[in-house]
């Protein structure tokens, strides 16, 4: 245990650490001894050598997913490529029809422009997940209109780690001419995604989810069937005019080598984090009234979301400041708000809020999680011993039925 | 969130943390707060017949400086009168373990267990245990 250094980061669905490798590649597109070039100035080397870095990193991202290069939109990352798609297609097609579907425990940067076009005058249905976390395709097909335009549906959740079916999503959305997106943050480099193979025609990308840098991610626009947008940023008429603004080389060619090594290492890398993966849940198993969120099957390898009954989250995460892990989603951790993704699933509000999110990666190691067993186990039995819901609980009272003075 | 020393002295090393006879006629028992909000306050008194508390113990679902406001609570009480408990406020308790304002709640839930605590005790004062026994 004391090779171990604390804290533990154990919060790679939030954020990931650049790989080293791509760190390297990058510090070569920045200073004048490497290459600074603007990848849009077409009348010297500089800008050529700057373009060509730019369209293999292109060509990188695109195989991973299974996409044409020319399919590849560059943006500032997950949350302007959701943007782009749902605002874009919603605008663009808005002639055909105005009404939205997407799934309640979406990200907010599909949940938020869903709003936004709201109060556009757009209809937007949210829909409800199974308990699982899984949508029900029969209630995605009923909720599909004659002037239904856009489905957003994310392929791995961010909190539970939930996998949909993309496939049969996107037979229900192709059959009808309906724009299909699909927020992969979550996914992509993590399990197979072939896009050219799935009835998918927008795709969101970020590379710090993926040992990439933070602020560059891209955004999948297919051409066959060829799906229009509108855009949302005006300018120079980069990237097709879809995306106007000048190229951040450095973040990427970045993006770019962090999609090629997953592509080389994600098998490996996915079989290992799931063992290690494992390894965590049947520690924490063994407890009392510890509940898994999400489906266990249709799981992305790093994501364990566990439910810890009769202790709070908030002094919980507190207990385990040797490890870094998040109380929900990273995003909305600073309010006091159960995470909505749990409510969705219809989990009490007492057991979303004591659930912890565990996201594991690729320098995580067997010893650092058999160390966070050992230290949750003994910070859920020091707040149960504080816990006035599992005394009652081991009295054998039913907490349902007691009249609480809510506050 | 940071939180100050004092929270955290009192999260790490809680003072008093148990439970007493809730049957008991000298105990009272005041608990608040409900689950689906994040926070449950059990605080429980021992009260000796000159009307003093000779003992307090809690027990506290929620964050840690609802657990940092009841210790701190116990350690307060116990010697008091009911009356010199009762007019305990919440913004003492805020003010000594320095809570931000989005913690306020938990120094007004503490308060409002110490009082339900004392009227506890002043309800069942004398009854049998029996009598005594929905209150808890
Ligand atoms: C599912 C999902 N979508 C979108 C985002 C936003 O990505 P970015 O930080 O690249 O804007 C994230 C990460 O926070 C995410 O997990």
């Known amino acids: 245990m004391s090779t171990i250094q604390l804290p533990i980061y154990l919060d790679y669905s939030a954020t990931t650490p650049v790989d080293e490798r791509v760190a390297e590649k990058m510090a070569g597109f920045m200073t004048r001894s490497g290459c600074f070039g603007n990848p849009a100035s077409r009348s010297h080397s500089f800008g050529w050598t700057a373009e060509k870095a730019v369209e293999t990193a292109r060509e990188q991202v695109a195989s991973l997913v299974g996409a044409d290069p020319r399919e590849i939109i560059w943006t500032s990352g997950a949350t302007e490529a959701d943007n782009l798609a749902i605002k874009g297609a919603a605008h663009f097609y808005q002639k055909k029809g105005r009404h939205i579907v997407t799934l309640k425990t979406e990200h907010k940067a599909v949940l938020d422009p869903c709003r936004q076009l709201e109060r556009e005058g757009f209809e937007v249905t949210y829909l409800d997940p199974e308990p699982s976390g899984l949508l029900d395709l029969n209630k995605l097909e009923a909720a599909l209109r004659e002037d239904t335009i856009l489905v957003s549906i994310m392929h791995v959740n961010n909190e539970i780690g939930v996998i949909q079916d993309l496939e049969a999503i996107g037979n229900l959305t192709r059959a009808r001419g309906i724009v299909f997106h699909v927020d992969a943050a979550q996914s992509a480099g993590k399990i197979p995604l072939n896009l050219s193979a799935l009835p998918v025609d927008l795709a969101s990308f970020s590379a710090h989810k993926i040992y990439g840098p933070k602020g560059v991610g891209a955004l999948y626009v297919s051409r066959k069937p060829r799906v229009r947008l509108e855009a949302q940023m005006h300018g120079g008429g980069h990237e097709r005019g879809l995306r106007s603004g000048t190229l951040a080389t450095h973040q990427i060619v970045g993006m770019g080598e962090a999609f090629r090594i997953a592509g080389e290492e994600m098998d490996a890398e996915a079989a290992r984090v799931l063992e290690l993966r494992d390894r965590l849940w049947n520690g924490l198993d063994a407890m009392e009234e510890v509940y898994l969120n999400g489906d266990l099957e249709h799981r992305v390898a790093g994501n364990l979301n566990v439910s810890f009954n009769f202790v709070e989250g908030e002094s919980l995460i507190m207990a385990l400041k040797d490890i870094a892990v998040s109380s929900g989603s990273a995003c909305t951790s600073s309010s006091l708000e159960p995470s909505y993704v749990l409510r969705a699933l219809g989990r009490d509000d007492e057991l979303a809020h004591s659930s912890i999110r565990f996201s594991i990666g690729r320098y995580t190691t067997a010893e650092e999680i058999d160390y966070t067993v050992e230290l949750v186990k003994a910070a859920v039995n020091k707040l149960r011993e504080l816990s006035p819901l599992w005394e009652m609980y081991q009295e054998g009272i039913d907490l349902k039925s007691v009249e609480w003075v809510a506050h | ?136």
Request: glycine share 8%.
């Open chain 2, 1 to 136: 969130m940071a939180y100050s020393d004092k929270v955290l002295d009192h999260y790490e090393n809680p003072r008093n943390v148990g439970a007493m006879d809730k049957n008991d006629t000298a105990v009272g028992t005041g608990m608040v707060g409900a689950p689906a909000c994040g926070d449950v306050m059990k605080l429980q008194i021992k009260v000796n017949d000159a009307g003093v508390i000779e003992d307090a113990k809690f027990k506290t679902y929620g964050c840690g400086s609802a657990i940092a406001s009841s210790s701190l609570l116990t350690e307060w009480v116990k010697g008091k009168t009911l009356e010199e408990a009762g007019a305990i406020k919440n913004t003492q308790i805020a003010e000594e373990l320095a809570l931000p304002p989005v913690k306020i709640h938990c120094s007004v839930l503490a308060e409002d267990a110490i009082k339900a605590a004392i009227d506890d005790f002043r309800k069942k004062g004398g009854k049998t245990p029996d009598a005594a026994q929905e209150s808890a």
